[in-house]
């Protein structure tokens, strides 16, 4: 099916499974993507609870699980736990026991070689969900910066935080806080018409639309609009610039939800006192606790940070997402419309404006790449935007191929410990390839089929 979309020449297609790390299946989906050519249009995750992370830690024995029901002969061992298409928790046979170390380290080892699985921490999505009180997350949409329950769909829009930057590179360089809160009201109004603007092929989802009006509002251009401000990416006050602009999206478009649902009314999933008692909820500052208290809110969810890989594209090739710069000059494949390829050299927004008012001059500080920076500023970054995130981010973390394994499971075990709801890394490797090439190199880059839209 995926092919078959992707084939129109429309648009690329692309697909995500999930598996729980206590499924007796999960070996082999861990080892599903080992040889190249394999389920390209997938990407593929491990749901990780915070039991099987604490078993890790012990050194624990781990049970592989199913549920009694759907099972033939007898048990020797059951448990009772919660398990998708099941309203409530059922009783699971243990299949076998694995030492949890040993499955984790298989998951790492994995996504050292080919960059996947990745890792969903599900609890963390589930507690953190503002309709915890009728949904069972196990999946997000296939950059992740989405967690859906069944039959959900995407209502993504980022906003472009370079086209706030006044002065840029100059001592005066300031950002326009205020624009970034007017755009983020207006396009909460945006996303929210979408919802009823749009057509859905199943009823189910039509329905699941409407029902949780879920919208993600997220932005773009944010390691740029850091460069232009001079903050470097690693430092505290690039994170701390970074946090007040995701603060300042994430409160307008809350204010802005809670006008419309007094226009229009709230979203039919809207249950007041639960929805008031979900963790994010309860995080927000407390006039907009009250306005949800007194008027109801229109969306259930209203922020995420989506890739952006197309569309950053499109606003004069800025940075995506929350992304550092991957490169300042570098070449890129893009489908044609007879269906070949073509390369194009590409250069970065800032970068770009830089040259053409300080040719002359070496390059700032703040003129960091991908390439520069160690995974734990990667990790910082997501960490300083989180809280102000109600869904989910879509963060790749780059790590040299010259990485020391240790060091690199250790990225995912600081990833759970700062309260984060999944981590990706990208090691270079030869199932998948390179992200991106060099200005200097001939060669495509990987697949487009397996890029980020």
């Not at 109801?296 to 710069?325: F, K, Y």
């Not at 999944?422 to 190199?441: D, H, I, K």
Request: hydrophobic fraction near 40%.
């Amino acid at each position: 099916m995926c092919a078959t979309i992707f084939s129109t020449g429309a648009r690329r297609g692309a697909m995500i499974a999930t598996l729980r790390a206590d499924h007796p299946d999960i070996e082999t989906f861990i080892d599903a993507k080992r040889q190249p050519g394999e389920l390209t249009h997938f990407n593929l995750s491990v749901q990780v609870s915070d039991p099987f992370m604490q078993a890790v830690q012990d050194d624990d024995d781990w049970p592989l699980l199913f549920p009694e029901e759907a099972l033939d002969g007898e048990a020797t061992e059951t448990v009772t736990c919660d398990w998708p298409g099941y309203d409530g928790p059922v009783a699971c046979r243990v299949m076998r026991r694995v030492r949890a170390r040993h499955l984790w380290d298989r998951i790492m080892r994995a996504t050292f070689d080919y960059a996947e699985p990745g890792v969903l921490f599900v609890d963390r999505i589930n507690q953190a969900n503002n309709l915890w009180y009728r949904e069972r997350i196990t999946a997000t949409n296939p950059c992740g910066e989405i967690p859906l329950p069944p039959y959900g769909a995407c209502d993504l829009g980022s906003i472009n935080v370079t086209r706030f930057v006044h002065d840029p590179f100059e001592p005066t360089a300031r950002l326009d806080l205020d624009g970034i809160r007017e755009t983020a009201r207006v396009a909460t109004r945006m996303l929210d018409n979408v919802i009823d603007a749009s057509r859905f092929p199943l009823d189910a989802q039509a329905e699941q639309a409407r029902g949780s009006r879920r919208v993600g509002l997220g932005l773009t251009g944010l390691a740029d609009a850091l460069i232009m401000l001079g903050q470097r990416y690693d430092s505290p006050g690039g994170c701390a610039l970074a946090e007040q602009i995701m603060a300042t999206i994430c409160h307008a478009a809350y204010r802005s939800s809670i006008d419309l649902a007094r226009e229009k009314g709230t979203f039919p999933f809207f249950e007041r006192q639960h929805y008031l008692d979900g963790a994010f909820v309860r995080a927000l500052p407390d006039d907009i606790q009250d306005g949800i208290a007194r008027f109801g809110i229109r969306n259930s969810h209203l922020i995420a940070i989506a890739p952006t890989g197309t569309i950053s594209l499109l606003a004069d090739n800025v940075s995506s997402g929350l992304e550092p710069v991957f490169r300042f000059e570098f070449t890129r494949s893009v489908l044609e419309r007879h269906g070949s390829h073509a390369t194009y050299p590409v250069r970065d927004h800032a970068w770009r404006v830089w040259q053409e008012g300080h040719f002359d001059e070496s390059l700032p500080e703040a003129f960091l790449q991908a390439e520069d920076l160690e995974p734990e500023a990667h990790l910082a970054m997501q960490a300083a935007l989180q809280p102000y995130v109600d869904s989910a981010i879509s963060k790749t973390i780059n790590v040299p191929q010259d990485m020391p394994f240790e060091r690199f499971k250790a990225i995912y075990r600081r990833a759970h410990g700062l309260g984060l709801k999944g981590c990706t890394t990208f090691r270079p490797n030869p199932v998948t390839g390179a992200v991106l090439e060099s200005a200097e190199s001939a060669t495509p880059c990987c697949d487009l089929e397996r890029e980020n839209d």
